[in-house]
Protein backbone atom coordinates (compact mmCIF):
# COMPACT_ATOMS: atom_id res chain seq x y z
CA UNK A 1 0.00 0.00 0.00
CA UNK A 2 1.28 3.53 -0.34
CA UNK A 3 2.98 5.08 2.28
CA UNK A 4 0.51 7.88 1.98
CA UNK A 5 -1.49 8.84 5.41
CA UNK A 6 -5.06 8.14 4.15
CA UNK A 7 -7.88 10.40 5.75
CA UNK A 8 -10.92 8.05 6.67
CA UNK A 9 -14.56 9.31 7.81
CA UNK A 10 -16.88 7.21 9.83
CA UNK A 11 -20.19 7.75 10.20
CA UNK A 12 -22.54 6.02 12.59
CA UNK A 13 -25.25 7.15 15.11
CA UNK A 14 -24.27 4.84 17.76
CA UNK A 15 -21.27 6.85 19.62
CA UNK A 16 -19.57 3.21 20.82
CA UNK A 17 -18.91 2.15 17.02
CA UNK A 18 -17.05 5.47 16.71
CA UNK A 19 -14.86 4.79 19.38
CA UNK A 20 -14.15 1.19 18.46
CA UNK A 21 -13.57 2.42 14.97
CA UNK A 22 -11.15 4.97 15.85
CA UNK A 23 -9.26 2.65 18.04
CA UNK A 24 -8.81 0.02 15.75
CA UNK A 25 -7.66 2.09 12.71
CA UNK A 26 -6.14 5.23 14.18
CA UNK A 27 -2.51 3.93 14.05
CA UNK A 28 -2.59 3.25 10.34
CA UNK A 29 -5.33 6.37 9.42
CA UNK A 30 -6.24 9.46 10.16
CA UNK A 31 -9.90 9.12 11.34
CA UNK A 32 -12.75 11.41 11.01
CA UNK A 33 -15.92 10.61 13.26
CA UNK A 34 -19.31 12.01 12.57
CA UNK A 35 -22.33 10.76 14.66
CA UNK A 36 -25.05 11.78 11.30
CA UNK A 37 -25.00 12.07 7.52
CA UNK A 38 -24.91 16.15 8.47
CA UNK A 39 -22.28 16.45 10.71
CA UNK A 40 -20.32 13.87 7.87
CA UNK A 41 -21.57 16.45 5.35
CA UNK A 42 -19.65 19.76 7.19
CA UNK A 43 -16.51 17.10 7.59
CA UNK A 44 -15.97 15.82 4.23
CA UNK A 45 -16.19 19.64 2.53
CA UNK A 46 -13.89 20.72 5.57
CA UNK A 47 -11.22 17.74 5.20
CA UNK A 48 -9.46 15.74 2.69
CA UNK A 49 -11.46 12.76 2.88
CA UNK A 50 -10.00 9.64 0.54
CA UNK A 51 -12.47 6.84 1.99
CA UNK A 52 -15.97 7.07 3.49
CA UNK A 53 -17.47 4.65 5.80
CA UNK A 54 -21.25 5.43 6.35
CA UNK A 55 -23.62 3.35 8.37
CA UNK A 56 -26.68 3.12 6.35
CA UNK A 57 -29.50 3.38 8.79
CA UNK A 58 -29.41 6.69 10.71
CA UNK A 59 -31.74 8.99 11.77
CA UNK A 60 -32.55 12.33 10.01
CA UNK A 61 -30.36 10.86 6.66
CA UNK A 62 -29.71 7.37 5.72
CA UNK A 63 -26.27 6.30 4.72
CA UNK A 64 -27.58 6.07 0.87
CA UNK A 65 -28.98 9.58 1.19
CA UNK A 66 -25.52 10.91 2.42
CA UNK A 67 -23.34 8.89 -0.45
CA UNK A 68 -25.94 10.31 -3.27
CA UNK A 69 -25.13 14.06 -1.55
CA UNK A 70 -21.42 13.81 -2.07
CA UNK A 71 -21.20 11.19 -5.24
CA UNK A 72 -21.33 14.49 -7.35
CA UNK A 73 -19.29 17.01 -5.01
CA UNK A 74 -16.42 14.67 -3.99
CA UNK A 75 -16.64 11.53 -6.99
CA UNK A 76 -12.76 10.77 -6.48
CA UNK A 77 -13.72 9.49 -2.67
CA UNK A 78 -14.31 6.03 -2.07
CA UNK A 79 -17.55 4.63 -0.83
CA UNK A 80 -17.93 1.85 1.67
CA UNK A 81 -21.56 1.53 3.17
CA UNK A 82 -22.30 -0.63 6.49
CA UNK A 83 -25.96 -2.40 6.98
CA UNK A 84 -27.75 -4.79 9.40
CA UNK A 85 -29.97 -5.60 6.41
CA UNK A 86 -29.41 -7.35 3.45
CA UNK A 87 -32.00 -6.13 1.26
CA UNK A 88 -31.24 -6.12 -1.98
CA UNK A 89 -33.16 -3.65 -3.53
CA UNK A 90 -31.06 -1.63 -0.52
CA UNK A 91 -27.85 -2.72 -1.83
CA UNK A 92 -28.50 -2.07 -5.75
CA UNK A 93 -30.19 1.66 -4.97
CA UNK A 94 -26.34 2.10 -3.50
CA UNK A 95 -24.48 0.76 -6.20
CA UNK A 96 -26.41 2.09 -8.67
CA UNK A 97 -26.92 6.11 -7.58
CA UNK A 98 -23.56 5.86 -5.24
CA UNK A 99 -21.22 3.57 -6.82
CA UNK A 100 -19.97 2.10 -3.52
CA UNK A 101 -16.80 0.09 -3.72
CA UNK A 102 -18.34 -2.32 -1.45
CA UNK A 103 -20.95 -2.57 1.06
CA UNK A 104 -20.67 -4.74 4.66
CA UNK A 105 -22.90 -6.25 6.56
CA UNK A 106 -22.66 -5.46 10.84
CA UNK A 107 -21.25 -6.49 12.89
CA UNK A 108 -18.41 -5.80 10.91
CA UNK A 109 -14.70 -7.56 12.31
CA UNK A 110 -11.89 -5.45 12.56
CA UNK A 111 -9.24 -7.86 10.43
CA UNK A 112 -11.86 -7.87 7.53
CA UNK A 113 -12.57 -4.47 7.71
CA UNK A 114 -8.36 -3.77 7.43
CA UNK A 115 -8.09 -5.54 4.81
CA UNK A 116 -11.30 -4.01 2.45
CA UNK A 117 -9.89 -0.48 4.08
CA UNK A 118 -6.73 -1.15 2.54
CA UNK A 119 -7.47 -2.81 -0.81
CA UNK A 120 -10.15 0.42 -0.88
CA UNK A 121 -7.22 3.14 -0.97
CA UNK A 122 -5.10 1.21 -2.73
CA UNK A 123 -7.38 1.41 -5.66
CA UNK A 124 -8.05 4.92 -4.85
CA UNK A 125 -4.46 5.83 -4.94
CA UNK A 126 -4.03 3.77 -7.89
CA UNK A 127 -6.98 5.48 -9.47
CA UNK A 128 -5.45 8.90 -8.66
CA UNK A 129 -2.25 8.04 -10.30
CA UNK A 130 -4.16 6.82 -13.31
CA UNK A 131 -5.92 10.43 -13.50
CA UNK A 132 -2.45 12.11 -12.17
CA UNK A 133 -0.30 10.19 -15.26
CA UNK A 134 -3.35 10.85 -17.78
CA UNK A 135 -3.13 14.69 -16.99
CA UNK A 136 1.06 14.61 -17.46
CA UNK A 137 0.69 12.74 -20.82
CA UNK A 138 -2.20 15.28 -21.82
CA UNK A 139 -0.05 17.82 -21.24
CA UNK A 140 2.79 16.77 -23.42
CA UNK A 141 0.73 15.76 -25.96
CA UNK A 142 -0.47 19.90 -26.16
CA UNK A 143 3.44 20.59 -25.00
CA UNK A 144 3.95 18.27 -28.30
CA UNK A 145 1.45 19.78 -30.27
CA UNK A 146 2.67 23.15 -29.55
CA UNK A 147 5.74 22.50 -30.68
CA UNK A 148 4.71 20.80 -33.96
CA UNK A 149 2.83 23.59 -34.28
CA UNK A 150 5.65 26.47 -33.78
CA UNK A 151 7.84 23.90 -36.15
CA UNK A 152 5.63 24.09 -38.75
CA UNK A 153 5.14 27.91 -38.38
CA UNK A 154 8.85 28.15 -38.35
CA UNK A 155 8.89 25.96 -41.36
CA UNK A 156 6.30 28.15 -43.43
CA UNK A 157 8.33 31.20 -42.69
CA UNK A 158 11.70 30.11 -44.07
CA UNK A 159 9.32 28.27 -46.90
CA UNK A 160 8.08 31.88 -47.76
CA UNK A 161 11.48 33.74 -47.09
CA UNK A 162 13.17 31.00 -49.76
CA UNK A 163 10.29 31.82 -52.28
CA UNK A 164 11.05 35.69 -51.50
CA UNK A 165 14.18 35.31 -52.12
CA UNK A 166 14.20 33.77 -55.06
CA UNK A 167 11.70 36.22 -56.57
CA UNK A 168 14.24 38.52 -55.51
CA UNK A 169 17.06 36.54 -56.89
CA UNK A 170 14.95 36.23 -60.91
CA UNK A 171 14.28 40.10 -60.38
CA UNK A 172 18.08 40.89 -60.10
CA UNK A 173 19.04 38.43 -62.51
CA UNK A 174 16.16 39.40 -64.56
CA UNK A 175 17.34 43.42 -64.53
CA UNK A 176 20.80 42.68 -64.79
CA UNK A 177 20.22 40.26 -68.28
CA UNK A 178 18.53 43.12 -69.66
CA UNK A 179 18.50 46.51 -68.28
CA UNK A 180 21.92 46.71 -67.42
CA UNK A 181 23.15 44.84 -70.26
CA UNK A 182 22.11 47.72 -72.75
CA UNK A 183 23.86 50.66 -71.22
CA UNK A 184 27.26 48.49 -70.86
CA UNK A 185 26.69 47.35 -74.59
CA UNK A 186 26.33 51.08 -75.34
CA UNK A 187 29.69 51.88 -73.45
CA UNK A 188 31.20 49.20 -74.94
CA UNK A 189 30.47 50.89 -79.10
CA UNK A 190 31.08 54.41 -77.41
CA UNK A 191 35.07 52.81 -76.60
CA UNK A 192 35.61 51.09 -79.62
CA UNK A 193 34.51 54.54 -82.28
CA UNK A 194 36.70 56.06 -79.69
CA UNK A 195 39.62 54.03 -81.20
CA UNK A 196 38.78 54.69 -84.43
CA UNK A 197 38.37 58.70 -84.34
CA UNK A 198 40.90 60.89 -85.93
CA UNK A 199 43.44 62.44 -83.69
CA UNK A 200 42.71 66.28 -84.36
CA UNK A 201 39.10 65.24 -84.02
CA UNK A 202 37.33 68.55 -82.68
CA UNK A 203 36.27 69.81 -79.79
CA UNK A 204 33.03 70.59 -80.24
CA UNK A 205 32.74 66.32 -81.59
CA UNK A 206 34.46 65.30 -77.96
CA UNK A 207 32.15 66.66 -76.48
CA UNK A 208 29.47 64.90 -77.90
CA UNK A 209 31.21 61.67 -77.24
CA UNK A 210 32.11 62.72 -73.78
CA UNK A 211 28.39 63.62 -72.76
CA UNK A 212 26.88 60.29 -74.10
CA UNK A 213 29.62 58.29 -72.36
CA UNK A 214 28.89 60.25 -69.09
CA UNK A 215 24.87 59.71 -69.81
CA UNK A 216 25.35 55.79 -70.05
CA UNK A 217 27.81 55.88 -67.07
CA UNK A 218 25.29 57.72 -65.00
CA UNK A 219 22.27 55.31 -66.11
CA UNK A 220 24.60 52.21 -65.07
CA UNK A 221 25.30 53.71 -61.88
CA UNK A 222 21.81 54.61 -61.05
CA UNK A 223 20.60 51.27 -62.13
CA UNK A 224 23.12 49.68 -59.38
CA UNK A 225 22.29 51.78 -56.87
CA UNK A 226 18.99 51.07 -57.48
CA UNK A 227 19.44 47.66 -57.44
CA UNK A 228 21.23 47.89 -54.36
CA UNK A 229 18.76 49.55 -52.19
CA UNK A 230 16.20 47.25 -53.43
CA UNK A 231 17.65 43.81 -52.42
CA UNK A 232 18.61 45.67 -49.13
CA UNK A 233 15.14 46.48 -48.80
CA UNK A 234 13.72 43.18 -49.36
CA UNK A 235 15.93 41.67 -47.67
CA UNK A 236 15.31 43.80 -44.41
CA UNK A 237 18.64 44.88 -44.25
CA UNK A 238 18.35 48.01 -45.20
CA UNK A 239 18.20 50.56 -42.02
CA UNK A 240 17.15 54.20 -42.00
CA UNK A 241 20.14 56.68 -40.99
CA UNK A 242 18.58 60.16 -39.96
CA UNK A 243 20.67 62.93 -39.39
CA UNK A 244 20.18 66.70 -39.80
CA UNK A 245 21.55 68.38 -42.77
CA UNK A 246 21.25 71.73 -45.19
CA UNK A 247 18.96 70.91 -48.13
CA UNK A 248 20.18 73.33 -50.57
CA UNK A 249 23.48 71.42 -51.29
CA UNK A 250 22.26 67.98 -51.96
CA UNK A 251 19.66 69.87 -54.49
CA UNK A 252 22.40 71.59 -56.56
CA UNK A 253 24.62 68.52 -56.44
CA UNK A 254 22.05 66.14 -57.77
CA UNK A 255 21.05 68.79 -60.58
CA UNK A 256 24.68 69.74 -61.47
CA UNK A 257 24.51 65.78 -61.83
CA UNK A 258 22.07 65.02 -64.51
CA UNK A 259 23.31 68.43 -66.09
CA UNK A 260 24.94 66.61 -68.66
CA UNK A 261 21.71 64.50 -69.47
CA UNK A 262 19.47 67.15 -69.75
CA UNK A 263 21.79 69.14 -72.26
CA UNK A 264 21.62 66.20 -74.75
CA UNK A 265 18.07 66.82 -74.55
CA UNK A 266 18.57 70.68 -74.91
CA UNK A 267 16.56 70.36 -71.67
CA UNK A 268 16.63 73.10 -68.99
CA UNK A 269 17.26 72.06 -65.09
CA UNK A 270 16.09 74.87 -63.23
CA UNK A 271 15.55 75.37 -59.31
CA UNK A 272 13.31 77.60 -56.88
CA UNK A 273 15.28 77.38 -53.84
CA UNK A 274 14.06 78.91 -50.12
CA UNK A 275 15.01 82.39 -49.53
CA UNK A 276 16.91 80.71 -46.45
CA UNK A 277 18.90 77.34 -46.42
CA UNK A 278 16.99 74.84 -44.17
CA UNK A 279 18.21 71.94 -42.22
CA UNK A 280 15.94 69.33 -43.01
CA UNK A 281 16.25 65.45 -40.59
CA UNK A 282 16.36 62.43 -43.46
CA UNK A 283 18.55 60.25 -44.50
CA UNK A 284 21.10 61.77 -46.77
CA UNK A 285 21.68 58.19 -49.40
CA UNK A 286 17.70 57.85 -49.40
CA UNK A 287 17.07 61.64 -50.16
CA UNK A 288 19.88 61.60 -52.89
CA UNK A 289 18.37 58.18 -54.02
CA UNK A 290 14.98 59.77 -54.72
CA UNK A 291 15.98 62.92 -56.13
CA UNK A 292 18.16 61.37 -58.75
CA UNK A 293 15.29 58.89 -59.68
CA UNK A 294 12.74 61.90 -59.96
CA UNK A 295 15.08 63.65 -62.35
CA UNK A 296 16.13 60.73 -64.13
CA UNK A 297 12.69 59.80 -64.72
CA UNK A 298 11.90 63.62 -65.88
CA UNK A 299 14.63 63.99 -67.95
CA UNK A 300 13.49 60.55 -69.51
CA UNK A 301 10.30 61.66 -70.33
CA UNK A 302 10.72 64.90 -71.30
CA UNK A 303 11.54 65.68 -75.05
CA UNK A 304 13.88 68.47 -76.91
CA UNK A 305 13.87 71.69 -75.34
CA UNK A 306 11.74 70.88 -72.88
CA UNK A 307 11.84 72.15 -68.64
CA UNK A 308 12.64 70.45 -65.66
CA UNK A 309 12.24 72.63 -62.57
CA UNK A 310 13.06 71.41 -58.77
CA UNK A 311 10.70 73.71 -56.19
CA UNK A 312 11.30 73.85 -52.63
CA UNK A 313 8.46 75.05 -50.57
CA UNK A 314 7.81 74.85 -46.34
CA UNK A 315 4.85 73.09 -45.31
CA UNK A 316 3.91 72.88 -42.03
CA UNK A 317 7.05 70.99 -40.18
CA UNK A 318 8.13 69.68 -43.71
CA UNK A 319 9.68 70.59 -46.50
CA UNK A 320 7.96 70.02 -49.74
CA UNK A 321 10.13 69.52 -52.55
CA UNK A 322 8.63 69.09 -56.34
CA UNK A 323 10.42 68.06 -59.37
CA UNK A 324 7.59 69.11 -62.43
CA UNK A 325 8.74 68.63 -66.24
CA UNK A 326 6.98 69.36 -69.26
CA UNK A 327 7.27 65.80 -70.40
CA UNK A 328 5.15 63.44 -72.21
CA UNK A 329 2.60 62.69 -69.22
CA UNK A 330 0.46 59.57 -67.83
CA UNK A 331 -2.77 58.46 -68.04
CA UNK A 332 -5.19 58.67 -65.10
CA UNK A 333 -4.86 54.54 -64.80
CA UNK A 334 -0.79 55.03 -65.21
CA UNK A 335 -1.05 57.26 -62.11
CA UNK A 336 -3.24 55.43 -59.85
CA UNK A 337 -0.86 52.29 -60.04
CA UNK A 338 1.96 53.97 -60.14
CA UNK A 339 3.37 53.20 -56.98
CA UNK A 340 1.86 49.47 -56.19
CA UNK A 341 3.96 47.40 -55.73
CA UNK A 342 2.02 44.88 -58.08
CA UNK A 343 2.81 47.02 -61.03
CA UNK A 344 5.92 46.49 -63.10
CA UNK A 345 4.87 48.61 -66.11
CA UNK A 346 7.69 50.69 -67.58
CA UNK A 347 7.51 53.38 -70.36
CA UNK A 348 10.28 53.69 -72.78
CA UNK A 349 11.18 57.12 -72.46
CA UNK A 350 11.24 59.88 -75.06
CA UNK A 351 14.39 58.52 -76.85
CA UNK A 352 13.60 55.01 -76.25
CA UNK A 353 15.82 54.66 -72.74
CA UNK A 354 14.83 51.82 -70.96
CA UNK A 355 13.61 51.39 -66.97
CA UNK A 356 13.27 48.82 -64.65
CA UNK A 357 10.59 50.21 -62.77
CA UNK A 358 11.98 49.94 -59.16
CA UNK A 359 13.03 53.67 -59.15
CA UNK A 360 9.85 55.12 -58.02
CA UNK A 361 8.79 51.93 -55.96
CA UNK A 362 12.13 52.48 -53.75
CA UNK A 363 11.35 56.73 -53.43
CA UNK A 364 7.95 55.37 -51.92
CA UNK A 365 8.90 53.05 -49.90
CA UNK A 366 12.03 55.05 -48.19
CA UNK A 367 10.11 58.60 -48.09
CA UNK A 368 7.78 56.46 -46.03
CA UNK A 369 10.42 55.11 -43.83
CA UNK A 370 11.02 58.75 -42.69
CA UNK A 371 7.32 60.00 -42.09
CA UNK A 372 7.04 61.76 -45.61
CA UNK A 373 4.64 61.47 -48.12
CA UNK A 374 5.21 60.97 -52.53
CA UNK A 375 2.78 61.71 -54.78
CA UNK A 376 2.15 62.92 -58.68
CA UNK A 377 0.26 64.74 -60.36
CA UNK A 378 0.30 64.18 -64.14
CA UNK A 379 -1.29 64.89 -67.77
CA UNK A 380 -1.03 63.39 -70.94
CA UNK A 381 0.73 65.79 -73.07
CA UNK A 382 1.47 68.29 -70.38
CA UNK A 383 3.51 66.55 -68.05
CA UNK A 384 4.24 65.23 -64.62
CA UNK A 385 4.75 66.84 -61.05
CA UNK A 386 6.41 64.39 -58.23
CA UNK A 387 6.35 65.90 -54.93
CA UNK A 388 7.57 64.47 -51.96
CA UNK A 389 8.28 65.36 -48.19
CA UNK A 390 10.77 65.66 -45.50
CA UNK A 391 10.54 66.73 -41.68
CA UNK A 392 12.27 69.75 -41.29
CA UNK A 393 14.85 70.02 -38.10
Known amino acids: MSEVRHSILYIDDEQNNLIVFKNAFFRYYKIFTALSGREGLKIINKEKIHLVITDQKMPGMTGVEFLEQIVQTHPATIRIILTAYSDIDFIMRAVNKCGIYRYILKPWDTRELKIVIDNALENYQLSRDKQRLIHNLEEMNR ?116 RESASQKKIQLLVELLEEDVTVVSDENVLNLVLRNLLNNAIKYTGQNGEIMVILQRENTNLKISVKDTGVGMEANQVNRLFEKEYHGSTPGTLNEKGTGLGLKLCKEFIEQQSGTIGVESEIGKGSSFTFTVPLA
Open 143 to 258: DLEQKVKDRTRELDQNNQDLIKINAIKDKLFAIISHDLRQPLLSLGVFLEVLKKLPDNLSQNKWSQFHAKVSTSLQDVTNLLDNLLYWSQAQMGNREIDKRQFKIHEIIEKNIELY
